[in-house]
């Protein structure tokens, strides 16, 4: 993909785009440099798997801070013994959110962990829950994409009153998402409030497809890959030419992507 100089910044907050306000791109240069890493074709295990976790951790900070409702609450420190008039006074995370990870395996298993372990660490563990979904691409003799569905799942209860949070490396088809979706409408598990997917990469078709077929999805991602789009879209700020923007090869592949992340994590070439 060839990078036009003028669009290239150090942006400390999300990236400009013209996708709406439910696409955030957090192309701050530590996590962008963490990514480049990753997708090298000389990164292997264990540095991959130590790359994704600290790219997840990052994104992680950002999902939690701009989606999860929070509170002013009066919180004692170790100081407050000596100084009983004194404590934390001010804003945190409401403790009570409650909130629903699903591992979409196999290459979101690793993310979900973080996110879920995370959770429990900042709000109370008994409103926090993980999900397991198998969720297998359908290939045609070509190699193509021709979509996906779940082979296995494990699903602890309704969503109902909760967020909706699935943490997956690649964003590329979105037909895995949506059909993991679609699972839960099937099931019966009721609407969650609003559903957050977060991905290192995104691709315009990604995108597109997910912001127009459900509302409630909102996209935290590291980086938009468009290696396939028009010099005049390249040129320009993603979204302002949508027609004209791709980042799939035949194979629906991320170009220039990272490579087949879930096998990659997972040492697994099938």
Known sequence: MTVDSAHVQLNLGTAPHHYGER??????????????????????????????????????????????????????????????????????????????????????????????????????????????????????????????????????????????????????TGGSLLEALEYYRRSGAGSAIKVICAHLIVTPEYVQRILAADPSVHIHALRLDRGFSSPEALSSSPGLHPSQERGLDEHQYIVPGAGGLGEVLNNAWV
């Open 23 to 172: 696409l955030h791109l957090h192309s701050h240069p530590y996590a962008l440099s963490l990514l480049a890493r990753l997708g090298h074709p000389a990164t292997r295990q264990p540095e991959v798997g130590n790359l994704c976790v600290r790219a997840f951790e990052y994104l992680f900070t950002q999902v939690a801070s701009r989606e999860l409702p929070t509170d002013v609450r009066r919180i004692p420190t170790r100081m407050t013994k000596a100084h009983p008039d004194h404590a934390y006074e001010g804003v945190v995370l409401h403790p009570d959110t409650r909130v629903v990870v699903v591992d979409v395996a196999r290459a979101g298993i690793v993310p979900a962990q973080l996110f879920y372990e995370r959770f429990n660490e900042l709000l109370n563990p008994e409103n926090i829950r993980q999900d397991h979904l198998f969720v297998s691409r359908s290939v045609n003799a070509g190699g193509q994409v021709t979509g996906a569905s779940v082979a296995a799942a494990k699903v602890g209860g309704p969503l109902d009153g909760a967020i909706l949070v699935v943490p997956d490396p690649m964003g590329a």
